[in-house]
């Protein structure tokens, strides 16, 4: 079970004020609010053991190496990935993408596939745009539906030996829906596609288990599970990682430099090239260690009934819909009051300390599929309580009224 409040006590942010009124905070879709103990560990690293790793002898360097890679490990194991080579950290999600993508340049031909959904994120669209404006392959969209799930029999007619990759989120940033990956995973090997997920917006309330969904890659950003901004995780199998070429040149991901020849270093230093986030990467293991000794199981259910709470005491406001209604869901609702932009609805209700998302979200094509320039969008954490939500729907009744 959760304590909320004992939970709330860990997070120093949520004791402020804003606007003279007590913070709601309702952005954990965009980023999530960091306990003590994260903020400490990345104190402690600058102030007793800031050095370079894998390269120096000295103690500290030692320290800093044996930490990062404590990280990487726990990492691992949290994800169960079958090495701790195929974890390869990462400045965030995008970056993550990116480096798939750029290395399928290599593997693409025209009339090749590469294979997205109508609910990603600009990160897992843009990029494979480029990827196919690069190499001639064309660019096919999984469509959806009105409740903001993907149609299962139009993915499976889509897929065909052309497909080389399917990229798709585990859990869609913009109306919370939790796609079918595992299934979606198994139909893309039958005809012989890789498999890369986008679990940015999954794994604040989940534990991915990369063996059992098979996929051949899995991405995610720090500061979304509690964690410092700029940091990240690219899971890939081993066979894929020693196919792809590297992402960036420098140092680290070398074996030996000539003016003639270089060699690159094994995995995973081949794709970590330069000096990294050393202290992101150790906190995101600490933060890692804080959401495990909560329990994820603990946070899906207290999380679901936040969900299960606010969908109900938002719907009491007349004029008020919700755009995405998938039966399997996370904590997010996105919504819009009839003749009221969401900018308005969400700058007013800043003014009452509750801090919600407003826009596209990054999701242009979902906005543009319901014809509307954007939604608000509040995101629950477990950290969040049901009181907050009353004080979320008050503020909303009073905006619509201001602006109706």
């Known amino acids: 079970m959760i304590d909320s409040q004992k939970i709330r006590a860990d997070f120093p942010i949520l004791s402020q004020t804003v606007n003279g009124k007590p913070l709601v905070y309702f952005d954990n879709a965009a980023t999530s609010q960091k306990p003590q103990v994260v903020i400490d560990t990345e104190a402690n690293y600058y102030k007793e053991i800031n050095a370079n790793i894998h390269r120096g002898v000295h103690t500290l360097s030692q320290l800093a190496t044996d930490a990062y890679e404590a990280s990487r490990h726990k990492i691992q194991q949290h994800i169960n990935a079958k090495f701790s080579h195929e974890v390869l950290f990462t400045s965030g999600t995008t970056h993550g993408i990116n480096l798939v993508a750029n290395g399928f340049a290599s593997f693409l031909k025209p009339g090749d596939e590469v294979m997205v959904s109508a609910l990603e994120h600009h990160s897992n669209i843009v990029p494979w745009q480029m990827l196919c404006e690069k190499t001639g392959a064309k660019l096919v969209v999984i469509p959806m539906n009105e409740t903001g799930e993907l149609i299962q029999s139009e993915y499976e007619r889509l897929l065909s030996q052309k497909t080389k990759i399917v990229t798709v989120n585990h859990i869609s940033n913009a109306l919370g829906t939790i796609n079918p990956i595992q299934w979606m995973i198994e139909k893309a090997h039958e005809v012989g596609a890789a498999v890369l997920i986008d679990g940015a917006q999954a794994t604040p309330h989940l534990k991915p288990d990369v063996q059992d969904l098979d996929c051949d890659f899995y991405v995610f950003s720090g500061h979304k599970i509690c964690g410092p901004t700029g940091t990240g995780i690219l899971y890939g199998k081993e066979a894929w990682l020693n196919q792809l070429p590297p992402y960036q040149g420098g140092g680290e991901m070398i074996a030996t430099v000539s003016f003639e020849k270089t060699t690159y270093a094994e995995l995973p230093h081949k794709f970590e090239a330069g000096t990294p986030n ?38 009491e406001i007349e004029g008020l819909k919700i755009y995405g209604t998938s039966n399997q869901k996370t904590s997010v609702i996105s919504f819009n009051l009839d003749g009221i932009h969401p900018y308005d609805v969400g700058t007013i209700i800043d003014k009452l300390g509750i801090a919600v998302r407003t826009g596209h979200h990054c999701a242009q094509p979902i906005m543009d599929f319901y014809q509307i320039p954007g939604t608000l969008r509040a995101s629950f954490a477990f950290y969040n309580t049901k009181e907050e939500i009353d004080a979320l729907v008050e503020a909303v009744k009073k905006a619509q009224m201001m602006l109706s």
Do not use: C, M, P, S
Not at 282 to 294: C, E, F
């Open 278 to 315: 050393i202290a992101g990467g150790i906190v995101l293991g600490t933060a890692i260690d804080y959401l495990n000794t909560i329990g994820f199981e603990n946070i899906a259910a207290y999380e679901h009934e936040l969900l299960e709470y606010g969908t109900k005491r938002l719907l």
